[in-house]
C-alpha cells in the first residue's frame, strides 16, 4: 500500500511524540548521582595521593586517580558541627548560625539536599553529622547520636534508635551499601551522604588493623618540638600538645592498673573501650596488654622529649589504624558502584570535615588557621567532565560545595548561598574561575583545648590571622617562604607594606561575606549568656 500525504503527516507525528516522550525520560533519568564521602578528622598527611610517608590508601587515591586531587582545599571554620552547617548551607558559620559544636543547628537554614530532594533527587544519609538534631531533606538516615561510638554503636533512624554489633566503619558502610542495593530507585537520581566518624578521637581501630598497625613505627614531623616562638601568646597556650595533653589512658590506652602503679593520674576515663564486650576486649586486650607492659617498664626511663616520641608513635598507629578501615570501605561502595554501572554518571566527592594536626607544632586536633587544620583532603572523580589524574591549586573551600552540587544538578542557587560552585575547574575551565583569596572565623573558646577565637584571610602567598579575643595578636606568615607557618612576620619591617595590603583585603572579604565585629561581640555575648565566659 502506497503511503498518503496524510498518513505520512501523522505517522510523522506519531514518531516524533514518542521520541520527544522517550528524550524527555532519558534526561530526567541522566542527572548525574552524587555521592559525598566524609571523614571525620581525617588529614591530608593521612592520604597517599596527597603524601605517602604515614599510610597507603589505595582506594581514596583511587578517587583522584580517575579524577582531581585539590591541593589547596580549606574550610571556612575548623570543627566538626560547623563544618558541617557550611557545607549544608553554603553559607559561613557566622551567617548559618552554628558557629561552634556546642550550640544547635538551625534547621530553618535551606540546606542542599532540601534543595535536590525538591529536584527530584532521592536523597540518604549514614554516618556522622554531629548536629544534635536531624538532618532535614533526606528520604532516608540513620546516624550517630553525637560524637557516636567506635564499636558497637547506636544509629538514630527515622524508625527509632538500632545498636548494632560490630566496628563503626564497617557498619556505616553496611547500612550503605544496604540503602544502594535495597531501596536506591532506579529511575531517579540520588545524592548519598556517606560519613564516616573515623578518624576521630579516641582513634580505636578496628581488631584487623590494630593488630597490624601497632607494630609500626612512624617518621617524626619536623615541628614536633615547636617551642611556639613568635606565636607565644597564640599557639603557645593551646591545650592540644602530645606530650602534655594528649592522655595516656583516654587516648593511648594505657589502663588503671599501669597508670595506678606509675602514679600517674589522668582527668578522663577509658573512653571507648568500655564498649567493648568480652569477646571484643579479650581480642583487645591481647594486643594492648603486651603494649601496656612494655610501657610500664620504659616509663620510669624516659624524658619529655622519649616520652613524646612515644606518646606520637602510639598516636599514629591508631590514628592510621581506622584510616586503614575508612579506605577499605571507600573501596566497597566505589567497587559496587563500578558494579552496578552507576559510576559513570555519579560524581564521587573524597574529603575530611576539617584537616588534623599529626604532630605538626607539636600537636594533635585542629581549630587553628594554621594550614593542617585550616586546609583539607578533597579529591572529586565525575567521569567525562573531568580529566582523570588532574591537580588543581585554586583555593576551594568546603562553602563551595552546596553551589557545585545544585549545579551538578541542574538547580539553581539560592541567591544567598556564599560559595562558588566547583563546577568550571572539574571541566578544566580555569579562566572562569577567580578567587584571590579565603576567608576563615573559628569561635569555640573558652573550650577543650584553648584555642583562641581567630578570624583571617589567605592567599596563595601570605595567610593574615587576627585573634581578637582574650589577646589582640596578629600574625602573617609568608606561605611560600615558610610554609610550616613557624615565623610570624607581622612585626618585621620587611612586610610592613605587606601586612597593610593583607589587612585591608581582609576588610574587604569580611564586608563581602558580611563578618563584622559586631557579630563576632554577639557570638562572645552568647558564651556571656551561656556562662561559659564570666561577665
Ligand atoms: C571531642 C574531643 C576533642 C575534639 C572535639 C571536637 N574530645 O570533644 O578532642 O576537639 O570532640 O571534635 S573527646 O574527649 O571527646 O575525645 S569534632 O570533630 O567533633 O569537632
Ligand atoms: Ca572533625
Known amino acids: 500500500m502506497k503511503p498518503t500525504p496524510i498518513s505520512i503527516i501523522l505517522g510523522g507525528l506519531l514518531l516524533c511524540l514518542l521520541s520527544c516522550k522517550t528524550e524527555k525520560k532519558e534526561n530526567s533519568t541522566k542527572k548525574p548521582n552524587i555521592v559525598f564521602i566524609m571523614s571525620d578528622d581525617h588529614a591530608y598527611q593521612a592520604i597517599s595521593a596527597y603524601d605517602d610517608r604515614l599510610i597507603k590508601t589505595p582506594n581514596i587515591d583511587r578517587i583522584a586517580k580517575e579524577g582531581l586531587l585539590f591541593t589547596n582545599a580549606t574550610v571556612t571554620n575548623s570543627i566538626c558541627a560547623p563544618s558541617r552547617a557550611v557545607i549544608l548551607t553554603g553559607k559561613h558559620s557566622h551567617i548559618n548560625g552554628k558557629i561552634d559544636n556546642l550550640s544547635p543547628f538551625d534547621t530553618t537554614n535551606v540546606t542542599f539536599p532540601q534543595l535536590l530532594q525538591k529536584a527530584g533527587y532521592q536523597t540518604a544519609m549514614f554516618g556522622k553529622l554531629h548536629f544534635g ?62 560519613l564516616h566518624k573515623a578518624p576521630h578521637r579516641s582513634w580505636m581501630p578496628a581488631p584487623r588493623h590494630y593488630k597490624e598497625f601497632t607494630n609500626n613505627t612512624y617518621p617524626l614531623p619536623a ?49 571507648g573501650i568500655n564498649k567493648l564486650n568480652p569477646e571484643q576486649k579479650a581480642e583487645w586486650d591481647k594486643v594492648y596488654g603486651p603494649i601496656n607492659e612494655a610501657f610500664k617498664n620504659e616509663y620510669g626511663k624516659m624524658n619529655d622529649s622519649t616520652l613524646m616520641v612515644w606518646k606520637y608513635q602510639r598516636y599514629m598507629q591508631d590514628y592510621l589504624g581506622t ?86 544538578a541542574g538547580v539553581t542557587a539560592p541567591e544567598d548561598m556564599q560559595g562558588k560552585s566547583l563546577v568550571p575547574l572539574l571541566k578544566g575551565e580555569k579562566e572562569k574561575w577567580d578567587r584571590e583569596a579565603v576567608y576563615y572565623h573559628y569561635y569555640e573558646y573558652p573550650a577543650e583545648h584553648a584555642v583562641k577565637r581567630q578570624y583571617g584571610i589567605a592567599t596563595k602567598k601570605y595567610k593574615l590571622i587576627h585573634f581578637y579575643y582574650d589577646v589582640d595578636v596578629w600574625e602573617l606568615y609568608d606561605r611560600a617562604k615558610d610554609p610550616q607557618e613557624l615565623n610570624n612576620v607581622f612585626n618585621d619591617s620587611d612586610y610592613a607594606e605587606i601586612a597593610a595590603e593583607m589587612k585591608q583585603k581582609l576588610s574587604e572579604i569580611r564586608e563581602k561575606y558580611k563578618d563584622s565585629d559586631a557579630l563576632s561581640n554577639q557570638y562572645i555575648q552568647l558564651y556571656k549568656d551561656k556562662g561559659l565566659i564570666e561577665e
Open 323 to 408: 584510616i586503614a578501615a575508612v579506605d577499605e570501605n571507600v573501596g566497597r561502595v566505589l567497587d559496587y558502584l563500578d558494579q552496578e554501572k552507576l559510576t559513570e554518571n555519579t560524581l564521587i566527592v573524597y574529603t575530611s570535615d576539617q584537616g588534623f594536626y599529626l604532630g605538626e607544632h607539636g600537636w594533635f586536633d585542629k581549630r587553628f588557621m594554621y594550614d593542617e587544620s585550616f586546609k583539607t583532603p578533597l579529591l572529586i572523580k565525575w567521569p567525562n567532565v573531568i580529566t582523570p589524574g588532574t591537580t588543581e591549586d585554586e583555593m576551594v573551600q568546603n562553602l563551595d560545595f552546596a553551589q557545585t552540587f545544585l549545579e551538578v
Open 133 to 194: 538534631n536531624n538532618p532535614k531533606g533526606f528520604d532516608e538516615f540513620k546516624i550517630l547520636p553525637g560524637q557516636g561510638d567506635y564499636y558497637n554503636p547506636r544509629f538514630i533512624t527515622q524508625k527509632g534508635d538500632t545498636t548494632i554489633t560490630g566496628y563503626v566503619t564497617d557498619i556505616t558502610t553496611d547500612l550503605t551499601l544496604d540503602w544502594l542495593k535495597n531501596r536506591r530507585k532506579a529511575d531517579k537520581p540520588f545524592m548519598l551522604m556517606y
Open 223 to 271: 615541628t614536633l618540638f615547636d617551642d611556639y616562638a613568635t606565636r607565644e601568646t597564640t599557639a603557645g597556650p593551646a591545650e592540644m600538645n602530645i606530650l602534655k595533653h594528649m592522655l595516656l589512658r583516654y587516648d593511648l590506652k594505657i589502663t588503671d592498673d599501669v597508670l595506678a602503679e606509675l602514679n600517674i593520674e589522668e582527668r578522663l576515663g577509658a573512653g
